[in-house]
């Protein structure tokens, strides 16, 4: 009987590791085959403003308002723990390196991931069920160059600019609290920041705009296109996407950092 | 002509088709009839080249189909136009956007050639004064008229129907099959109905297959069904509902 339960249970452990694998494939495929299809931009330029506006200027609404909420928390605790050790005046540098490095970037990419990810999944997903997708590719149309590539381009283009927006108003409401809060000038905070900032902080935490790009258009979309089983299928699918693009977006994060904290 | 030999087709564990052979000749209407869930759509998607049988051979003009890559399919499709039963129509385009995006997509028409052949959909679906409304603001029977349009853009010589009258009111009902056989009747266009109404299939098709438990049971003119003695056939012959 336990030699039984333990053939059945390695042979679901295999099934699942097959399926896992194939999953995988696909999801290389589906990402080659996406990124194969950017020189037909021209072609989908419309498709790509519509996107940009989404993931855009739409998305600076969430972004700002995460940004300035980390900004004055960060602006607050740190500033009582630095108050301390009598070492205030840091609070603009240590606010700084945190926000452009860490927390601006990451935060926009799970406010995004939310946003951007789950209409990406919800959209192509009801496409996928309702057939649309099909109909694309039955009267000649490739589906990923009209409904992923300009998302992705729109993406990789717009994460940018977010980033420097949520990095600058994160800082700015840091400092607008390190003055009403701590009583610190505004010009002990920002000449903590600029004069000390070094090329590495930028390049950490803007290299990190378009791999969260790439990680949330293409999971989220995979997962929109692979919907199947009606309206919960597309429920079931968007949660997914926006759960494993939130998983990768954390991991690439702290990898990201790693690797060019270590090399610059 | 379209043709299936020897089709079988898994999902997962499940057996949808097994060793199916189906001929569809040009300038004729054959419907595949069938119980819902037993794989009908599953032939039209297969004809199309939207999915690949796990063994068997799919020929569209005498070319197999079954190796080519999704770029050399495109042509292919373009011979057949094909109406989806949900219709399939995008959501957040105009009907005249709806008619004229494959167009503008694939070939290199001129503005003025792409607005002639919408305005010719618009009024054989008799939809004049609803171009610039979207699909969720028509009734279902104009709905499916806006689909059978979509797909007559490219002047296709065959037409796959998925389930044409499902969900419709008898009189929609009455009307797409009217619209459909006069396509044969005007154009000499071929056309393949998928469909589970056999009212549908004795009204406009001139031969029909029948499908049960992934298997053809039945090949041959609409008239001859009545002989068949295979008792799925009987049994929806006399008026049982088509379940397994």
């Given at each position: ?264 | ?13 499940r057996e949808i088709?097994k ?14 009839l069938g119980p819902s869930g037993v794989g009908k ?155 589970h ?13 029948v499908l049960y438990k992934g298997e053809?049971i ?12 295979h008792p799925f056939i009987?049994s929806i012959?006399?008026?049982k509902i088509l379940e397994l």
């Open positions: 009987m336990p030699t039984t339960l333990a053939r059945s249970l390695s042979s679901q452990a295999a099934l699942q590791l097959k399926e896992f694998l194939l999953t995988m494939q696909e999801f290389f495929l589906f990402s080659l085959r996406a990124f194969a299809t950017i020189p037909k931009i021209k072609r989908y330029w419309r498709d790509f403003l519509d996107q940009a506006t989404i993931c855009g200027t739409e998305s600076i609404p969430i972004v700002l308002v995460s940004s300035i909420s980390i900004g004055s928390l960060l602006a607050i605790e740190v500033g009582n723990l630095l108050e301390d050790f009598g070492a205030k005046t840091m609070l603009g540098r240590s606010t700084s390196i945190t926000v452009i490095r860490e927390l601006g970037p990451l935060l926009m990419g799970l406010m995004l991931s939310a946003r951007f990810g789950s209409r990406n999944g919800a959209e192509l997903g009801a496409m996928q069920i309702s057939e649309q997708i099909d109909a694309l590719r039955a009267f000649g149309t490739d589906p990923i160059a009209k409904l992923v590539m300009p998302r992705l381009v729109a993406a990789l283009v717009m994460f940018v600019p977010l980033t420097a927006l949520a990095d600058f108003a994160g800082l700015q409401s840091a400092a607008i609290l390190a003055e009403h809060y701590h009583r610190l000038d505004p010009g002990i905070f920002w000449n903590a920041v600029y004069p000390r900032m070094i090329p590495k902080d930028f390049v950490v935490g803007f290299l990190k705009a378009p791999v969260f790009a790439i990680i949330i258009t293409l999971v989220s979309s995979f997962n929109g296109f692979a919907a199947r089983g009606g309206t919960a299928g597309v429920g079931r699918s968007t949660i997914k996407g926006i759960v494993v693009s939130s998983g990768l977006v954390l991991i690439a994060n702290f990898y990201v950092s790693k690797i060019v904290l270590e090399n610059m | 002509m379209i043709e299936l030999r020897n089709v079988s087709l898994k999902y997962g564990d088709l060793n199916v052979s189906v001929t569809v000749r040009d300038n004729t209407i054959k419907a595949i759509s599953t032939i039209l998607k297969l004809m199309l080249g939207l999915i690949k049988p796990n063994s068997g051979k799919v020929f569209v003009d005498a070319t197999d189909i079954t190796p080519l890559k999704e770029t050399e399919l495109y042509p292919i499709r373009r011979k057949m136009g094909i109406v989806f039963q949900g219709n399939a129509l995008f959501d957040s385009m105009t009907i005249s956007q709806n008619l004229s995006f494959f167009l503008r997509e694939n070939l290199r028409l001129p503005e003025s050639e792409i607005e002639k052949r919408v305005v010719e959909q618009i009024q054989f679906a008799g939809l004049e004064g609803y171009e610039d409304q979207l699909p969720e603001n028509l009734s279902g029977g104009m709905r499916k008229r806006v689909a059978i349009g979509r797909a007559l853009i490219f002047n296709p010589r065959m037409i796959l129907f998925d389930e044409p009258t499902a969900g419709l009111d008898p009189v929609s009902s009455k009307k797409i099959l009217n619209l459909i056989d006069s396509l044969k009747q005007k154009s000499g266009l071929g056309a393949v109905i998928v469909t109404i056999i009212d549908d299939v004795f009204a406009i098709a001139d031969c029909v297959a053809i039945f090949d041959d003119v609409t008239e001859k069904l009545h002989e068949s003695q009987r012959l006399s008026d």
